[in-house]
Nanobody, 125 residues
C-alpha cells in the first residue's frame, strides 16, 4: 500500500496549484483520502477529504479552504487531486495525503493509517 503526493511548489499569492495523490495497493472498496497540511511549528491540520467508493464521492472541506480548494478523484488513475486557488501565505505548509478506513469522514490524523511523503507548498506575498 502506497500513497504518492506531488505537485507542490512556489507560487505567488493569488495563484493556483494542483496537488496529486496516487494510490496503489489498496484492496478496500470504501475508504477516504484526506489532505492534511503542516506549517512549521504548527500541528498537522486537516484540509479536505473525499470518499472513495463506487457509489459515493462525497467531499469535505475545512472552513479555511472552502470556496478556494476543490478535491476530486480520477478512479481510472487511482488519483486524488487537490486544486488550490487564490492561495495566500497562510496556505504555506507541507501537504500530505492519507487514507482512512474508519468508516466515516474524520479530521483526526490518528484515523488515517497510510500517509504519503508530503509535498511542499510555498506561497509568496
Amino acid at each position: 500500500v502506497q500513497l504518492q503526493a506531488s505537485g507542490g511548489g512556489l507560487v505567488q499569492a493569488g495563484g493556483s496549484l494542483r496537488l496529486s495523490c496516487v494510490a496503489s495497493g489498496f484492496t478496500s472498496d470504501y475508504y477516504y483520502i484526506g489532505w492534511f497540511r503542516q506549517a512549521p511549528g504548527k500541528e498537522r491540520e486537516w484540509v479536505s477529504e473525499i470518499t472513495i467508493s463506487r457509489s459515493d464521492g462525497s467531499t469535505y472541506y475545512a472552513d479555511s479552504v472552502k470556496g478556494r480548494f476543490t478535491i476530486s478523484r480520477d478512479n481510472a488513475k487511482n488519483t486524488v487531486y487537490l486544486q488550490m486557488n487564490n492561495l495566500n501565505s497562510e496556505d504555506t505548509a507541507v501537504y500530505y495525503c492519507a487514507r482512512s478506513i474508519s468508516g466515516w469522514p474524520s479530521i483526526d490524523p490518528a484515523e488515517y493509517d497510510y500517509w504519503g511523503q508530503g509535498t511542499q507548498v510555498t506561497v509568496s506575498s
